[in-house]
């Protein structure tokens, strides 16, 4: 049994309380993912001459031998995929990891799990972060962080006020529900506006945009994006693909441009580049 308490509070928890004050939405399950449940654990591992790791996620990963790298495909089970959640897997981590349950439906597992007298077998599966357990974020936010929560502005996308609202952090890109404020019609979240501690809202067809920026890139099929190459990119865990063009900005940097423009792109959320069942690779949305 290992401790990683210090590491999971410093590269997640911290991260994500950081990001919500930046009116950023943070994913802290892919940052557990690469940080902890990968290097952390590849760090203990390897001194005690252990080759592998084994992870129960939904994902396969093989060699290609023609370009000398590992790759990432989706499981069997397009639903139960989670390949978004491990796209920031290095060569290194992903060389060492072994993924048995890829390859097998969940309801299939189950029953693996149930002849063999495992007590998880019937297990609900988890669906909400793990260190929120009432799912309250900006609760969570207000009595684990130093900085304040201060109230601010509502505007629309003239600058004109609409109300006041509790705190940057209680809201996300998209979000329609629970603003607190009737506006005597239908007002999304477009834009938080951290600086000057402002929720932007708009109409729902202001919500959708053609094109992002994305930058801590990490690439497993190809060692590094190549200008004007095609991709079927996901904005989100429970989005569903769409093709799109990648331009390279520069070192750390690209803009994905969208035929289909695509609803609620989020800050601080990461896309995810696919060909085919193979994980192209991702960064973190500007």
């Not at 069997?76 to 981590?93: G, H, I, M, P, W």
Request: aromatic fraction near 10%; proline fraction near 4%.
């Amino acid at each position: 049994m290992l401790n990683f308490k210090d590491i999971f509070n410093k590269t997640v928890i911290e991260y994500f309380k950081e990001e919500y004050f930046k009116g950023r939405t943070p994913n802290p399950c892919i940052a557990c993912n690469r940080h902890v449940k990968w290097q952390a654990m590849l760090d203990k591992a390897v001194p005690m001459g252990i080759d592998y790791i084994a992870t129960g996620h939904y994902a396969k990963v093989m060699y290609d031998a023609a370009t000398s790298r590992h790759i990432l495909k989706k499981s069997v089970t397009d639903k139960k995929d989670q390949t978004y959640a491990l796209y920031n897997l290095t060569q290194e981590q992903l060389s060492r990891t072994l993924m048995p349950v890829g390859d097998y439906p969940k309801d299939q597992i189950r029953q693996m799990a149930k002849d063999l007298g495992l007590s998880v077998a019937s297990k609900p599966d988890s669906q909400e972060i793990c260190f929120i357990h009432d799912n309250d974020y900006g609760k969570f936010l207000s009595e684990n962080c130093d900085k304040k929560i201060v109230p601010g502005k509502f505007i629309d996308t003239n600058g004109n006020v609409l109300g006041e609202h509790k705190g940057i952090v209680h809201y996300t890109v998209g979000q329609r529900k629970g603003l607190g404020n009737t506006f005597g019609k239908p007002m999304f979240v477009v834009k938080l506006d951290a600086t000057n501690n402002r929720v932007v809202l708009g109409d729902d067809h202001e919500v959708f945009s053609d094109s992002l920026t994305a930058s801590d890139l990490n690439f497993i099929s190809i060692e590094k994006p190549i200008d004007g190459m095609r991709v079927n990119a996901k904005i989100r865990y429970s989005a569903k693909e769409s093709p799109a063009t990648i331009s390279v900005l520069d070192d750390n940097k690209i803009k994905v441009v969208f035929d289909v423009p695509q609803r609620a792109i989020t800050p601080g959320q990461s896309v995810v580049f696919y060909a085919g069942e193979v994980v192209v690779g991702g960064g973190t949305i500007d």
